[in-house]
């Protein structure tokens, strides 16, 4: 070891003391690294002095910090259990390479470069790498412990801000700006779940829950609960995966990629882990509190419905509410509901226009096939495109009374995962409770139906005929009603039976209603009597329908009957009233019936006349 080797190292140990009085160690490693090893370079008249970290996946040591400019060497490879190695860097130039341990579990080395025609001392080589492994190591305790004291600070922050807030949102923001203050030069991403419906500009990517695909590291972060770690290969990358665990489930992954390939400490995995547990505790309280708001609007939105459900008496009017209800509580595009009746799918009006279309047959499928499978999760959140059409999500509810499934409610989206399971359970629930009320509403038109309807012809019956008339004349100018009457009822009863002869009374009926128009009514007068009216209608018409209908009679019943007409008819001008109309129909077919039978009289204003 010659003198001016010495005092150029001398001068590099007392420069090195001023400049740690002066060091700000609230900066990177890397970056103190750097300025030492600058010093050092200055002082002993280098060419280039780097440090090295080793990595053990890649069993080589890379660049870490540099003395000029930024470490754009290559990784050196391991040299066994050499301290000091002393290699040809090729030209004029030679390499000392000083091996040390930075920590416990940590290697690594310093590389001078110099010229051949300035070589060092083999045994102030040994010196330097004692004093740098001692100056590295102190430089890394002080940094760790102010990184450690920061980080921890970070930490307390952190966790004050975040319980103290219950939004979802606010939460995730905060993991995100943490680590960005913590570890500045990583990247990072949030990755959960398609449940997430969050705003703002967060890094966040979906985590794909799929069993056929094969488990990443990510996927066991979320199902072990615990810190998983993984290289990358291009470009070479360290990533950590720390789950956000509350006490009940796991709510995301955080994923953390380091600017370069080396295993993460474990004192860093240790401070994620903490960072990830907290958030998990925090995002798990905001999202019962939400989940609490939840079901306070759910029940407010059950309760509103079935408030207005009540005050709409009428199936369809029913239906169109509800609806318009779930379009704007769960955002669906198209909204079907479905009867079950006599081993048959009925749509009932008020659904959606393309559940009237064959277009929408795959998706009834799909629920159908789901239904009778036993499977109570008629929910997807990304169906199938080329097997269906433009809608994505489905859900459906089946609406059950007293344990019967009395139909099928069934809600379309386009956009994919526009539903959430919790919009699922939700539509089962107001589907549940809307049930009674339709249920309520079908039975009470069916009451109505029958108060207005003869149970043997289901034609209206006698009293129905009366309120549309007096309501015709009115509001109409003309109208006109004819009587029938089957001619000689009683004899078809003697000989074939009552049976045959309520069969009678039910083919004439069907003739009747076959033979008028849909704004006509037909109704049964009493007994073998049944009567039409015709509204808006001048005499001539009243009378070929009449003719028409008593040619039919005859021609398709079995046993053939034929029957006896009367027709009466009115116009605004007159100053009769129903009872009148009435009155002249009755005379008119009396003398039908007395003047030969198959016959058909007319009783205008004045005159009593045979067709």
């Given at each position: 070891m010659n003198k001016e080797e010495m005092k150029r190292y001398e001068s590099f140990k007392q420069k090195f003391f001023h400049w740690f009085l002066a060091f700000q160690d609230d900066g990177p490693f890397s970056a103190a690294a750097g300025e030492l090893l600058a010093l050092l370079k200055e002082e002993l008249a280098l060419e280039q002095a780097v440090f090295y970290l080793y990595d053990p996946v890649r069993a080589a040591f890379y660049p870490e910090?540099?003395?000029?400019?930024?470490?754009?060497?290559?990784?050196?490879?391991?040299?066994?259990?050499?301290?000091?190695?002393?290699?040809?860097?090729?030209?004029?130039?030679?390499?000392?390479?000083?091996?040390?341990?930075?920590?416990?579990?940590?290697?690594?080395?310093?590389?001078?470069?110099?010229?051949?025609?300035?070589?060092?001392?083999?045994?102030?080589?040994?010196?330097?790498?004692?004093?740098?492994?001692?100056?590295?190591?102190?430089?890394?305790?002080?940094?760790?412990?102010?990184?450690?004291?920061?980080?921890?600070?970070?930490?307390?922050?952190?966790?004050?801000?975040?319980?103290?807030?219950?939004?979802?949102?606010?939460?995730?923001?905060?993991?995100?700006?943490?680590?960005?203050?913590?570890?500045?030069?990583?990247?990072?991403?949030?990755?959960?779940?398609?449940?997430?419906?969050?705003?703002?500009?967060?890094?966040?990517?979906?985590?794909?829950?799929?069993?056929?695909?094969?488990?990443?590291?990510?996927?066991?972060?979320?199902?072990?609960?615990?810190?998983?770690?993984?290289?990358?290969?291009?470009?070479?990358?360290?990533?950590?995966?720390?789950?956000?665990?509350?006490?009940?489930?796991?709510?995301?992954?955080?994923?953390?990629?380091?600017?370069?390939?080396?295993?993460?400490?474990?004192?860093?995995?240790?401070?994620?882990?903490?960072?990830?547990?907290?958030?998990?505790?925090?995002?798990?309280?905001?999202?019962?509190?939400?989940?609490?708001?939840?079901?306070?609007a759910d029940l407010q939105l059950i309760n509103d419905t079935m408030r207005q459900l009540n005050a709409r008496p009428r199936l369809h009017e029913a239906i169109e509410y509800m609806v318009s209800q779930i379009q704007q509580s769960f955002g669906a595009d198209e909204v079907g509901f479905f009867l079950f009746a006599d081993g048959k799918r009925e749509l009932l009006p008020g659904s959606t226009p393309f559940f009237f279309d064959h277009r929408s047959e795959p998706y009834i499928e799909w629920v159908e096939k789901r239904r009778q499978s036993g499977n109570d999760i008629l929910f997807a959140g990304d169906v199938c495109v080329s097997a269906f059409g433009s809608f994505r999500s489905i859900m459906a509810a089946p609406m059950q009374q007293n344990k019967e499934t009395k139909g099928l409610c069934i809600a379309l989206a386009s956009e994919p995962y526009r539903f959430t399971f919790e919009m699922f359970k939700l539509l089962e629930s107001l589907v549940q409770h809307s049930t009674l009320a339709f249920m309520n509403a079908m039975l009470r038109e069916e009451l109505e139906k029958m108060v207005v309807t003869d149970y043997l012809t289901k034609l209206h019956t006698r009293r129905y005929l009366d309120e549309v008339i007096q309501t015709s004349m009115g509001s109409d100018a003309s109208g006109a009603l004819i009587l029938f009457d089957i001619d000689n009822f009683k004899q078809i009863n003697d000989v074939y039976g009552h049976q045959t002869g309520d069969g009678v009374l039910v083919q004439v009926a069907e003739t009747v209603r076959a033979n008028i128009r849909d704004g006509d009514v037909a109704a049964r007068w009493g007994g073998e009597e049944l009567a039409v009216y015709l509204p808006k209608v001048p005499l001539s018409d009243a009378i070929s329908i009449a003719r028409r209908i008593t040619e039919k009679v005859r021609e398709q019943t079995i046993p053939t009957v034929t029957v006896s007409c009367g027709v009466s008819w009115w116009e605004r001008q007159g100053c009769e009233d129903a009872k009148q109309l009435f009155k002249r129909a009755d005379a008119a077919l009396y003398m039908a019936k007395e003047t030969g039978k198959n016959c058909i009289f007319v009783h205008d204003d004045c005159h009593l006349y045979k067709v």
């Open positions: 910090a540099a003395a000029v400019g930024t470490p754009d060497a290559g990784p050196i490879a391991a040299d066994g259990e050499r301290k000091v190695a002393v290699v040809d860097a090729g030209g004029p130039h030679m390499a000392a390479r000083l091996f040390f341990m930075l920590s416990d579990e940590t290697p690594a080395m310093v590389e001078l470069m110099y010229r051949k025609d300035g070589g060092f001392d083999e045994r102030l080589l040994w010196e330097i790498r004692t004093d740098l492994a001692r100056l590295f190591r102190k430089l890394s305790a002080v940094l760790q412990g102010e990184g450690e004291e920061k980080r921890y600070g970070q930490l307390h922050h952190f966790a004050a801000k975040i319980h103290s807030s219950m939004h979802i949102d606010v939460v995730l923001e905060e993991i995100i700006r943490t680590l960005q203050n913590v570890y500045p030069s990583f990247t990072y991403h949030l990755l959960l779940s398609h449940d997430n419906h969050l705003r703002g500009n967060l890094p966040i990517k979906t985590l794909v829950l799929d069993e056929r695909e094969k488990q990443t590291a990510a996927l066991r972060a979320f199902l072990t609960g615990q810190v998983q770690c993984e290289e990358m290969e291009a470009p070479p990358r360290s990533v950590l995966y720390a789950p956000i665990k509350g006490v009940q489930a796991v709510y995301g992954v955080i994923e953390i990629i380091a600017p370069y390939a080396a295993p993460f400490p474990k004192r860093e995995i240790h401070f994620i882990s903490l960072l990830a547990s907290t958030a998990g505790s925090a995002l798990e309280n905001a999202k019962l509190y939400e989940q609490s708001r939840r079901l306070v």
